[in-house]
């Protein structure tokens, strides 16, 4: 029988490798994005995958949506919420709140409005499974990153507080909490002010997904999954708060 999967931010980086896999495995896709183009390469040479293209902050465009691919494709199996943004300032005192307001609309927002769509048919039929990308910056906060970290600590505030309502319900939740990735999004954060990074790169978007799904591929497994370097960093934070904070104050200094 064939699988349905609503894979967000599918027009690049992590989002678009996801669906790829998943429609290598044979599921029917619906890979949704506001770049046109980019979802076109995503489906590119791909029967299975079938694009829709959505601003998620907009929750009538997302329920629109969620419907569309429903009829068309049928009963949405898994849920991979991936779509972002991220806007980054030397100082969160001279930030322009509109960009702030943004990452929020999107970054939470987004993920409200997709889970209010899709999950209420997920608990009803007592199955499916919702991945989450919040990042390991929602736990690790540095400077010149407040607006975007607050946006991605909204989320996994959310998704703890979901966890509850799904226990039990058939319905799995996980919450990906990657490091910086080398994907269009990181470069994206460079041009704007690369200050903010510490001089630091990321690991391959690959490597993101694989950790994914080896997650995906346990029957059990925690609620949050921090591939590399963000599971230390989530530690140290988490038990050595101060240790953190000195290593971040000596790393970064963001400029401009």
Same mark, same amino acid.
């Given at each position: ?11 690049? /980086?992590? /989002? ?8 290598? *495995?044979?599921?029917?896709?619906? #890979? @949704? ?6 979802? *076109? *390469?995503? #489906?590119?040479?791909?029967?299975? !995958?079938? !694009?829709?293209?959505?601003? &998620? ?11 569309? &691919? ?14 972002? %943004? ?10 322009? &709140? ?19 769509? &899709?999950?209420?048919? %997920?608990?009803?039929?007592? #199955?499916?499974? @919702? =991945? ?8 690790? +906060?540095?400077? /010149? %990153? ?8 909204? @989320? ?60 995906? *591929?346990? +029957?059990?497994?925690?609620?949050? @999954? ?16 101060? =240790? ?13």
């Amino acid at each position: 029988m064939s699988r349905t999967a609503l894979v967000t931010g599918a027009a690049s /980086g992590m /989002g678009r490798i996801v669906a790829q896999r998943l429609a290598a *495995a044979g599921w029917q896709v619906a #890979a @949704v994005d506001l770049n046109a183009d980019g979802l *076109a *390469a995503t #489906a590119a040479r791909s029967p299975n !995958t079938h !694009t829709y293209e959505c601003d &998620v902050s907009d929750a009538a465009q997302v329920r629109a949506v969620v419907e569309k &691919v429903r009829s068309e494709l049928g009963t949405i199996d898994r849920l991979v919420h991936a779509a972002g %943004m991220c806007h980054v300032h030397a100082s969160v005192l001279d930030h322009d &709140v509109a960009q702030i307001r943004k990452m929020i609309d999107v970054n939470y927002i987004g993920t409200v409005n997709l889970c209010q769509a &899709v999950i209420p048919a %997920m608990k009803d039929a007592g #199955a499916g499974t @919702v =991945v989450l990308f919040a990042s390991v910056a929602g736990w690790l +906060p540095s400077p /010149g %990153m407040a607006g975007y970290t607050a946006s991605k600590h909204a @989320v996994i505030g959310f998704a703890d507080s979901l966890s509850y309502e799904l226990h039990d319900s058939g319905v799995r939740l996980l919450v990906l909490c990657p490091p910086m990735v080398e994907t269009p999004f990181l470069d994206a954060v460079r041009d704007e002010n690369a200050s903010v990074l510490g001089g630091a790169g990321g690991v391959t978007p690959e490597f993101v997904v694989d950790t994914l799904e080896k997650a995906l *591929a346990k +029957p059990k497994s925690p609620l949050y @999954v921090f591939p590399g370097q963000a599971r230390p960093a989530y530690y140290m934070r988490r038990f050595l708060p101060g =240790v953190a904070r000195a290593i971040v104050r000596r790393t970064i200094h963001p400029t401009g």
